[in-house]
């Protein structure tokens, strides 16, 4: 079992930075996969950002590609999300999510291929 623990939401303004930490506690976390996901009000939990287990292979959703940036440390047992450059648009929910197995050639996509949630941090970007 994995417990997921995200912080460093908030309220900040458009054009600002915010990073986002995910601790994962209860199995090694370095054959994982990582994600970042995110549900506005009204709309479904979408795909933000996602690390394999092998360094430089990323998913990006084209609505941050160029200001999200998705990152582990394996020896700490974090994923970090660094959101530049925020829009109002990205206000939601956030949550980080890990799989099971491991994911060395690809980022898996789907909620489906996520086995572990985090309980969310909200970001609100006001305009």
């Known amino acids: 079992q994995v417990q997921l623990i995200e912080s460093g939401g908030g309220l900040v303004q458009a054009g600002d930075s915010v990073r986002l930490s995910c601790a994962a506690s209860?199995?090694?976390?370095?054959?994982?996969?990582a994600g970042w996901f995110r549900q506005a009000p009204g709309k479904e939990r979408e795909l933000v950002a996602a690390?394999?287990?092998?360094?430089?292979?990323?998913y990006y959703a084209d609505s941050v590609k160029g200001r999200f940036t998705i990152s582990r440390d394996n020896a700490k047992n974090m994923v970090y999300l660094q959101m530049n450059s925020l829009k109002p648009e990205d206000t939601a929910v956030y949550y980080c999510?890990?799989?099971?197995?491991?994911?060395?050639?690809?980022?898996?996509?789907?909620?489906?291929?996520?086995?572990?949630w985090g309980q969310g941090t909200q970001v609100t970007v006001s305009s």
């Open positions: 690390i394999s287990v092998r360094p430089g292979i990323n």
């Open positions: 209860g199995r090694t976390f370095s054959s994982a996969a």
């Open positions: 999510a890990a799989t099971r197995a491991a994911y060395y050639y690809r980022t898996p996509r789907s909620n489906s291929e996520y086995d572990y």
